[in-house]
């Protein structure tokens, strides 16, 4: 059952300074222990337990770890689910819900029920014969009560999230999001947690900036707005991810525009404009030009 996990435990291991004697003592065997580390040998879920409070660690924390470094069949899931939604390919969609509620029946774990719950909800928005009144709310409180419920939020619980964030009610966005950023502050360090919880935060911010026809109505989310920026700031944007930090630029500017200070938020996206040109990024830089144009 804990096969694939032994590569992991290794990895930990070895950063912990940590020998495989050390570790084994009191336990199991060396020999055990070995052929776990290279995939060779299954262990029970007691003997895992033993292993992880002897690295100070529990067994959510070492999933995230393992999550963060091997995401192959979340990422898979997560795209594969994306692409299907925004093609509106309902045929494959209906087919990975059906893929998801089968492997929960047959191993009873909720990831593979909240997968389909997810499914479900992007089937009953694309899909027009789809005649299950209320299902999709019911499914989104289901969603959204899991993710209040956790205690400590990855990588799944982020792309959870950043899959349903549209439907839901600014209220409940700004709980979640703010839920979101404390719960995965253990894991900041993590490459995959770290673009996952930068990619909510960013999103939350669009999301309460609101849709270019609504730019000029009175804005009521200036402390919220604030705040989520001070997420980000908090998180400090490696200098490598320049394109986020030109696009908090840019929402700095299109924030200064929607509270009426027009004349900075022009001169920021102005500013981040110029540096997309500077880069030869010129679809980029127009995408933003336009965007500036609109809400003006």
Excluded at 170 to 195: N, W
Excluded at 256 to 280: H, T
Aim: proline share 1%; hydrophobic share 40%; with cysteine.
């Amino acid at each position: 059952m804990f096969v694939e996990y032994g590569k992991t435990l290794r990895m930990i291991r070895q950063q912990k300074g940590i020998t495989l004697k050390e570790l084994a003592n009191n336990i199991c065997s060396v020999s055990f222990l070995s052929k776990f580390e290279r995939g060779d040998s299954d262990i029970t879920l007691s003997l895992m337990t033993k292993l992880l409070e002897k690295l100070m660690m529990n067994f959510d924390e070492f999933l995230f770890i393992h999550n963060d470094y091997q995401p192959d069949q979340l990422e898979q899931f997560f795209k594969t689910a994306g692409e299907a939604f925004l093609s509106r390919d309902v045929h494959q969609l209906k087919e990975l819900k059906e893929t998801a509620l089968n492997n929960w029946k047959q191993y009873s774990v909720e990831t593979y029920h909240y997968n389909a719950l997810l499914l479900e909800i992007y089937e009953s928005i694309i899909d027009p014969e789809y005649t299950i009144d209320g299902l999709k709310e019911y499914n989104i409180q289901l969603l959204s009560d899991y993710l209040f419920r956790v205690e400590v939020w990855g990588y799944y619980e982020l792309k959870l999230y950043s899959g349903t964030m549209l439907l839901l009610e600014p209220h409940m966005v700004i709980m979640l999001s703010r839920t979101a950023y404390e719960k995965s502050a253990r894991f900041k360090d993590y490459k995959k947690v770290s673009e996952s919880i930068t990619a909510v935060l960013f999103n939350t911010i669009i999301y309460l900036l609101g849709s270019v026809n609504r730019f000029h109505e009175e804005f009521t989310y200036q402390k919220e707005f604030i705040e989520f920026i001070s997420y980000l700031e908090k998180i400090a944007l490696p200098e490598k991810n320049l394109m986020d930090r030109i696009h908090l630029i840019e929402l700095k500017g299109a924030y200064d525009i929607r509270v009426g200070d027009k004349e900075d938020g022009i001169a920021k996206m102005k500013k981040a404009i110029q540096i997309l040109n500077d880069l030869n990024s010129t679809k980029l830089a127009n995408k933003m030009e336009q965007y500036l144009l609109q809400i003006i």
